[in-house]
């Protein structure tokens, strides 16, 4: 499976979901950054589960064991390595989909692809838990960004019908994001927040999920970050977003509306600062610009799909039997993934953004 990114700052993910432990082997940090775990750990709390009533009822401390890479509190130029024990899986839930693959899952192609042998318990190596190493290798990231004064947060735009305000395209600040991301729902406004869950509450009430949308921001980035053509800005950010299990979507800055708008109107005009540095007016180009940023914020929008394992009944096969037939999905799942997703998001950006920032020191 390629599990692995990254150039210069590589990240390789292993584990499944009910596996003894999942993590992370994070390679090419520089050496003699100094990596508060505490702030991680705190990090991580923000995408485990079974915390509150619109996720799922599992629980996991997701406590990070760090065996590597750090000497004396500071990465030490060795890889780091990160693990997390799974102590609370119920395998049994799962049994009947190595027979019957669940709709909207990677349950059938994994089938296909792995002849049978994969491991289907929670989904495996597709699981969302996999996401746990990837907040940590986040996480780790995001403090050495943090210190070459590059910001990065993001907060819930959309979960079904229900939305929030957008964020401040051009004069969103560090301190406006770590207000949102401090919520336990982030949401800009507190109203957007209440609507959200009731929607989440009365589909779990139906047994059924919905999806959403995630607004993220990098500010601080200088001008120059992000190569031509495949290293570019949205080539390397959408790789790594839809690596999150459940994303469908990445857009940048005014995304798939360009298309309705004349050039006139698509256009960010350039103006000089009394600084003297270079801005633009407006930002429909989300801070990129031929894959290289702009100065401007980076602006991207994740959407999700609703959860695929709803307890309503659905159609699916018998592969054993070749027959159809129909599945109730049992087990414990969230009925809207995206609150716990915002870390992830932030995550993924931390952790493509200084690969590519590592990169432009190396070519300068």
Do not use: W
Request: proline share 5%; glycine share 12%; net charge negative.
């Amino acid at each position: 499976m390629s599990s692995n990114f990254g150039e210069k700052v590589k990240i390789s993910i292993f584990g499944q979901s009910h596996s003894e432990a999942i993590g992370v082997v994070i390679d090419g940090l520089p050496a003699g950054e100094e990596i508060d775990l505490e702030a991680v750990q705190h990090f991580l709390d923000r995408r485990a589960p079974g915390k509150n009533d619109y996720s799922t009822p599992r629980k996991e401390g997701d406590q990070v064991r760090v065996v590597s890479g750090l000497f004396n509190g500071r990465t030490c130029g060795a890889p780091i390595c990160g693990m997390i024990e799974n102590t609370n899986t119920r395998s049994k839930d799962y049994t009947q989909l190595k027979d019957m693959p669940r709709p909207g899952h990677a349950d059938f192609t994994a089938e296909i692809k792995y002849g049978g042998f994969q491991d289907y318990r929670g989904g495996g190596h597709f699981s969302g838990r996999l996401t746990a190493p990837l907040c940590f290798a986040g996480a780790v990231c995001l403090q050495i960004l943090e210190r070459r004064g590059i910001s990065i947060g993001a907060h819930i735009l959309s979960i079904h019908q229900g939305r929030d305000k957008d964020f401040d395209t051009i004069g969103i600040t560090k301190e406006e994001l770590v207000k949102v991301t401090s919520k336990e729902f982030p949401t800009i406004e507190a109203s957007a927040a209440e609507e959200m869950k009731g929607i989440i509450q009365k589909a779990r009430e139906q047994g059924d999920s919905v999806g959403g949308i995630i607004e993220s921001v990098a500010i601080g980035l200088p001008v120059g970050i992000g190569e031509p053509m495949f290293d570019g800005l949205e080539s390397k950010l959408s790789s790594i977003l839809f690596a999150i299990p459940a994303v469908k979507g990445v857009e940048f800055g005014q995304g798939v509306g360009v298309a309705e708008l004349f050039g006139s109107e698509n256009n960010d005009s350039f103006y000089i600062e009394e600084t003297g540095q270079i801005k633009t007016r407006t930002n429909h180009h989300g801070g990129s610009l031929g894959g290289i940023s702009s100065g401007m914020p980076l602006l991207i929008r994740t959407a999700f799909k609703p959860t695929p394992s709803i307890s309503k009944n659905q159609d699916t096969v018998s592969l054993q039997r070749g027959k159809n037939t129909t599945l109730s999905v049992t087990g414990r799942h969230d009925p809207c993934i995206v609150p716990r997703a915002v870390p992830c998001v932030e995550a993924a950006m931390a952790i493509a953004i200084l690969d590519l920032y590592e990169i432009g020191l190396r070519n300068l």
